[in-house]
């Protein structure tokens, strides 16, 4: 929740090469206070059923630039384990990009939902609402 100090995020991932959820994806928080500054881990979370990450670490007052780190690698290995049961081994990894980090700046008193689309060769964000 964001108050006049502070800004909040939250995320969910989409996997677009299902069109559904990604579930078990972990996703750590960072925020630093100025673009000089060092960055301080928040802790972190992974997506729900539903793609969501609902519990990430509340950002710290003066917080502004976040990033969120995907761990999108072993989510993949694990789709693409289950899908070779029943098919043959289609590719030699499970992700051309292993994890995706996405830094933007915040403003005290705003949210900022920032949605992932993902799939095995390429990812996109925006800023949702």
């Known amino acids: ?8 995020v ?4 989409l996997d677009t090469s299902i069109g559904r959820p990604a579930e078990g994806v972990a996703i750590t928080l960072a925020a630093r ?5 060092e960055w301080v881990a928040l802790g972190g979370s992974a997506t729900d059923a539903d793609g969501r990450c609902k519990d990430l670490p509340a950002l710290p007052e003066g917080t502004t ?8 690698e072993t989510y993949f290995s694990k789709k693409q384990a289950e899908a070779q049961q029943d098919a043959p081994r289609v590719r030699d990894s499970g992700a051309f990009f292993p994890e995706v980090a996405i830094t933007f700046a915040v ?3 705003e949210h900022y939902h920032v949605p992932l689309l ?6 996109s964000v925006y800023r949702g609402s």
């Open 107 to 109: 403003t005290p008193g």
């Open 33 to 37: 206070s100025g673009f000089e500054a």
């Open 1 to 8: 929740m964001s108050t006049d100090t502070t800004a909040s």
């Open 10 to 13: 939250s995320t969910h991932i």
């Open 65 to 72: 630039h976040v990033r969120l780190d995907f761990e999108v």
């Open 118 to 123: 993902l799939n095995p060769f390429g990812y």
